[in-house]
């Protein structure tokens, strides 16, 4: 049995790790999520792809309630998400991030970045947390920057310590909202092979991005939104030879043909 096969069969085996369900969020007048449901299993890799504004990046966001929501409910292993307060902090801490942009502290070192939220909020040791840290510098391929602060690295390398740190918490999920789009095209690879390696581990992730290499060879699934609602949703394969949407067709007419 291959490896992949192997790693679809324990999803489809697992319980659920988040549960959308009809879930919606407003901005003003805009209805930027319209009743969305979805549901993603430990170990499985989601990539959420569409037009600007499709309301991706606020679906991410909402996960770890970055974004509250206006109806609906979110639940992560089984339990609802907290509005706030100390809940919310541990919630957080089960639900790692990578933004866009970095979000570093410019006057910690990387080493420090990526020790913070083990000894702020897990109450790590800090011996250990040292030790993690290094550990997790080293397998994101920056184990040399430890003592670097972050604008002394390249953006390739400032977003890898902005993986391993969200991985220092131990996250049951990880979310990423387009973690490329803001990295020289050099630079891109560099963490997409990270993410890849994280997928090939197991890690549950969900992952907001414009890079469709990504999408087909680390997805088990392919959710496509667009105006606000998921238009459809598919394993890669499917979803990129046989779009079922005129808004999919169209979109990947767009991206793919240039």
């Known amino acids: 049995m291959t490896e992949v096969s192997v790693a679809k069969d324990v999803v489809a085996g697992t319980s659920d790790l988040v549960v959308l369900k009809s879930v919606n969020k407003h901005f003003g007048a805009l ?14 890799v989601v990539v959420v792809i569409g037009p600007s504004g499709s309301g991706k990046s606020t679906l991410c966001r909402t996960i770890n309630r970055l974004e509250g929501v206006d109806s ?9 998400l907290p509005a706030e307060g100390k809940e ?25 970045n990526v020790m913070l939220g083990q000894l702020k909020v897990r109450k790590t040791d800090k011996q250990k947390a040292e030790e993690k840290a290094r550990a997790l510098l080293d397998r994101v391929g920056v184990g040399t ?5 972050p604008a002394q690295l390249s953006g390739g390398q400032q977003q890898r310590v902005a993986i391993a740190r ?23 690879n560099e963490v997409l092979e990270v993410m890849q390696q994280l997928a090939r581990d197991g890690m549950t992730m969900v992952v907001v991005t414009h890079e469709m290499g990504f999408a ?13 609602r998921i238009v459809e949703e598919a394993v890669p394969d499917q979803f990129f030879s046989n779009p079922r949407s005129d808004r999919a067709k169209d979109f990947l007419s767009k991206i793919l043909h240039h």
């Open 88 to 112: 919310l902090a541990r919630l957080r801490a089960d639900v790692g991030m990578v933004f866009q942009s970095f979000n570093l502290f410019a006057h910690k070192t990387v080493l420090e």
């Open 145 to 149: 920057q430890a003592d670097k602060y």
């Open 72 to 80: 609906g409910e979110i639940l992560i292993d089984g339990r609802p």
């Open 216 to 228: 087909r060879s680390a997805a088990n699934r392919v959710v496509f939104m667009a105006d606000g």
């Open 166 to 188: 969200a991985l220092a918490m131990d996250p049951k999920v990880m979310l990423f909202d387009e973690p490329t789009s803001a990295l020289d095209p050099e630079m891109i």
């Open 31 to 44: 209805h930027v999520l319209q009743d969305i449901d979805l549901t993603i299993a430990k170990g499985e």
